[in-house]
């Protein structure tokens, strides 16, 4: 099975096939980190004790990922709220989610969008 050749990074290193240059993965650490750092917290975004209640009745009522079929760990908002309080406690809104699918295909199609 052919290797693909080596890239050449913005910084000059060649890069293996697969693998990403080492100044690459610190910039985006040093990205996030700042993005965190403005971030609200989850009580602040509306993430609190009325919000664990709901989730955990919701979960019991909705035990499989609808995506995958799996056991349901996470309520997931098909419409991202972005702080709209109405959208964010709108149960039509919402769906049972597994922890792999909402970290995975679920955060792939918000980046799409």
């Not at 993430?47 to 955990?56: C, E, H, L, P, V």
Request: charged fraction near 25%; include cysteine.
């Amino acid at each position: 099975m052919p290797i693909r050749a080596p890239s050449i990074c913005q910084c000059g290193r060649a890069v293996q096939s697969g693998s990403r240059c080492p100044c690459r993965a610190q910039a985006d650490r040093e990205r996030k980190a700042r993005h965190d750092q403005a971030r609200p917290s989850a009580q602040e975004r509306g993430y609190n004790g009325k919000w664990q209640t709901a989730r955990k009745d919701f979960l019991a009522s909705h035990p499989t990922c609808a995506m995958c079929g799996a056991s349901s760990t996470v309520v997931d908002h098909r419409i991202p709220h972005r702080g709209d309080k109405k959208l964010f406690w709108s149960r039509s809104n919402w769906q049972p989610l597994c922890t792999s699918c909402h970290s995975s295909r679920k955060q792939s199609q918000e980046r799409r969008a």
